[in-house]
């Protein structure tokens, strides 16, 4: 996965949301007081947060693929210190082998030392660059290690072990949680599959007697209320799903925009 800058995700966002502005305004002029333009409004909803979710998504597998590969390069630089190399070479060594998405860092570290850059200014810019949780607790001990001198090497061995377990802690919260998210799923289709159920047996059937017929919403304007109603629903659910499951409401977009397709589609098909 590559990393996403921030810029790009700037500009995204704004032309995302200049294209949902337009698509609205379009269907506005287009499609005004119909149903038909609640359409034109839910398109414009996935244009505005699709883009930026589906970066959000891949920038979040590149820092996760960097916290996973902390614990083997701090190992890679605990081995090549124990035989006598200080801390930027064994950098420099460290860059050499594969840790995925970490090697690339690692080797913009090691060049800006070789162009002058002192060691703690080379790992300040890391951390600014990664910014991950992980990386921003250890780079300070790392530099608090190297000016205090001596076996640097001892206080990688317990940084090491110390992302492992946050890792795990993290593996593991996610294994409990995805329960809960599956709860969520459940729970809307179970909404879904109610109410087209509902508006099949009751809203079409009463139609056809004649005094109650006209004394409950056409069928128009049912299915209208229930396209809202599935939108609604889609969208927070997927936000509870995505803060339970990752612990951010930025995280949960990417099952909201999953569940509002899924009930769209199953209300073209089925209502």
């Known amino acids: 996965m590559p990393k996403i800058e921030k810029k790009v995700k700037q500009v995204v966002c704004v032309a995302s949301a200049a294209l949902a502005v337009a698509v609205t305004a379009f269907g506005f002029f ?7 333009f609640d359409e034109f409004v839910f398109f414009a909803i996935l244009t505005a947060f699709a883009p930026p979710t589906v970066l959000n998504y891949v920038d979040y ?23 006598g190399m200080t801390l930027p070479r064994a950098l420099e060594e460290a860059s050499k082998r ?8 690692l080797q913009k570290m090691t060049a800006q030392i070789s162009w002058g850059m002192t060691l703690e200014e080379a790992l300040v810019a890391f951390a600014k660059r990664v910014n991950t949780v992980l990386v921003q607790r250890t780079v300070p001990l790392i530099i608090e290690a190297n000016r205090s001198g001596g076996h640097v090497e001892r206080v990688f061995d317990p940084m090491g072990k110390f992302v492992q377990s946050t890792l795990l802690l993290h593996k593991e919260r996610r294994n409990q949680t995805r329960p809960y998210i599956a709860i969520i799923y459940v ?15 009751f809203f079409i059937e ?31 659910g997927g936000l509870v799903a995505g803060k339970m499951g990752e612990g951010t409401i930025n995280a949960g977009l990417k099952h909201s925009l999953a ?7 199953a209300l073209k098909l089925f209502l």
């Open 98 to 105: 594969d840790f995925g998405p970490l090697t690339a860092e």
């Open 30 to 36: 287009a499609a005004w007081e119909t149903t038909v």
């Open 206 to 236: 009463i139609q056809s007697l004649p005094l109650l017929g006209t004394a409950i919403m056409a069928p128009k304007e049912v299915k209208r209320l229930f396209f809202h109603m599935t939108v609604i629903q889609a969208f927070f």
């Open 187 to 201: 729970a809307f289709f179970v909404f879904i599959f109610t109410i087209i159920l509902l508006f099949k047996s």
């Open 61 to 83: 597998r590149w820092r996760k693929a960097v916290d996973e590969h902390l614990p083997d390069l701090f190992r890679s630089i605990v081995q090549a210190q124990e035989t």
């Open 259 to 265: 569940l509002m397709a899924c009930g769209y589609i």
